[in-house]
């Protein structure tokens, strides 16, 4: 027997679109670059492009991560974004970053549901731009935890969006 209860949740997702003059055009021949999208310690990054300084992803690869419940923290502030060439025989060095402050999507009631399209990135050094497409989703789904049920004043916010009865702050499943 398991409990579900209704957890809040913030959740931002990115589509990476694609990327201008990351490296100089006599720098391309075998440069293998990739995006590395960092929120927190919460880490993912891109397929890797070849032989290129103004790479494509369309919107085929998105990225997911948590927001804090408690806001825009030092770790959650920004979204990180580095473009890094891949060089398996040097190591991966990274050529330039940017990032997304996402603090404008806080307000004191939490995270606001958003999309931004197609922001533009500039990257420093040497002037490139990335563009990423964002979304912030907020609200409620179920969280299984052990134990028993909550009470009434147990009731988190959250459940104002669950159906009646309002009484019950979980569901059982058998």
């Not at 995270?111 to 731009?129: I, R, T, Y």
């Amino acid at each position: 027997r398991c409990v579900l209860e209704m957890a809040n949740y913030s959740e931002l997702r990115c589509w990476l679109l694609r990327a201008q003059g990351l490296a100089t055009s006599d720098e391309t021949e075998g440069l293998n670059l990739y995006i590395a999208l960092a929120l927190g310690e919460q880490l993912q990054h891109s397929s890797t492009k070849q032989d290129a300084c103004d790479p494509s992803w369309g919107e085929g690869e998105q990225f997911f991560f948590q927001l804090s419940q408690r806001g825009p923290s030092p770790e959650f502030t920004f979204l990180e974004i580095r473009c890094i060439e891949k060089d398996p025989f040097d190591g991966d060095v990274v050529l330039c970053d940017g990032m997304i402050e996402l603090e404008r999507f806080w307000d004191n009631s939490g995270w606001q549901n958003a999309m931004a399209d197609a922001l533009e990135v500039q990257m420093s050094p040497g002037g490139g731009k990335v563009w990423i497409r964002i979304e912030i989703t907020s609200g409620c789904k179920p969280q299984e935890t052990a134990g028993a049920q909550q009470t009434a004043t147990d009731v988190s916010p959250c459940l104002a969006e669950v159906e009646q009865p309002r009484q019950r702050a979980s569901m059982e499943i058998n």
